[in-house]
C-alpha cells in the first residue's frame, strides 16, 4: 500500500520562502508520477505541480508559476514543494498525491485524479 507523509507545513510571514516535503513508501517510487494540490479555507482543492517519474518533466498551476517548484530525489523517496515569496492567499493544507508514472500528464489538465493522498500539511501566512 502506498503511503505518503508530508511535513514542512507552518506558519510564516508574507514574503518567507517555505519548504514542504513528501516521503513516499509501499511502492518503487520511480514508478510514481507526482504531484501537490492545495486546499484553501472555503476553496476547493486545486492542482498545484507535478512532476515525472524521472524528474525530467513538471507542470506548475499558472497561479504559482515562478514562486513554486516541484522537485524529487528518487534515492530518498521524496518530492519537495519549494515557495518562494509566500502570500496570505498561500494559506491552505497542501497535500502530495501519487499516480502510475503513465498518468502523471493528465494531473494537470484534471483529467486524472491522484490515486494516492497524504494526510496534508497546513500552511498558514500572514501579512
Known amino acids: 500500500q502506498v503511503q505518503l507523509v508530508e511535513s514542512g507545513g507552518r506558519s510564516a510571514q508574507a514574503g518567507d520562502s517555505l519548504r514542504l516535503s513528501c516521503t513516499v513508501s509501499g511502492r518503487t517510487f520511480t514508478t510514481l508520477g507526482m504531484a501537490w494540490f492545495r486546499q484553501a479555507p472555503r476553496k476547493d482543492r486545486e492542482f498545484v505541480a507535478a512532476?515525472?517519474?524521472?524528474?525530467?518533466?513538471?507542470w506548475h498551476a499558472d497561479s504559482v508559476k515562478g514562486r513554486f517548484t516541484i522537485s524529487r530525489d528518487n534515492a530518498k523517496n521524496t518530492v519537495d514543494l519549494t515557495i518562494a515569496a509566500l502570500s496570505p492567499e498561500d494559506t491552505a493544507v497542501y497535500y502530495c498525491?501519487?499516480?502510475?508514472?503513465?498518468?502523471?500528464?493528465?494531473?494537470?489538465?484534471?483529467?486524472?485524479?491522484?490515486?494516492?493522498w497524504g494526510q496534508g500539511t497546513q500552511v498558514t501566512v500572514s501579512s
Open positions: 498525491a501519487a499516480v502510475d508514472y503513465r498518468d502523471v500528464v493528465d494531473i494537470p489538465t484534471g483529467n486524472k485524479v491522484p490515486s494516492y
Open positions: 512532476i515525472s517519474w524521472n524528474g525530467k518533466s513538471s
